[in-house]
């Protein structure tokens, strides 16, 4: 079970980080 809430917060973080660059750079995407 400690595999899946590794995945979970790691797609957690991944989620978090997209958000911020795209409200950072827009023009990116």
């Known amino acids: ?3 899946l ?3 979970a917060l790691l ?3 991944a989620a978090v980080v997209y ?3 795209a ?3 827009p ?3």
């Open 5 to 7: 809430e590794i995945l």
């Open 23 to 25: 409200l950072l750079a």
């Open 11 to 13: 797609l957690g973080l």
């Open 19 to 21: 958000l911020f660059i």
């Open 27 to 29: 023009e990116r995407f």
């Open 1 to 3: 079970m400690i595999v």
